[in-house]
């Protein structure tokens, strides 16, 4: 999942909305063909070390609301209270 979002970042051809839409569709259709990953990822009690791994979507979120919020797509919003849509 996170390489198909990378890719869509990358490409950038869309419109910020059909980018977060397409972003959006993605982990719905990643936790509809492995709810169990989703299921383990919810109930486990949070004391995942913070690394590259557990960071990366977020990170990758937030810098294209910073980048849509520069380029005038996005109203001016601290990227990280966007990122927990």
Partial sequence: ???VKEQLLQSRTATLEDLLRDWIRLSFEYYDRYPDAFTYVLLTPY????SDITLQQ???FS???ADASQ???FPD???VLAMSH
């Fill in 1 to 3: 999942m996170v390489e």
């Fill in 58 to 60: 977020g990170r990758m």
């Fill in 47 to 50: 004391d995942f070390t913070e």
């Fill in 77 to 79: 919003t601290d990227p």
């Fill in 71 to 73: 380029a005038g797509e």
């Fill in 63 to 65: 810098q294209l609301i």
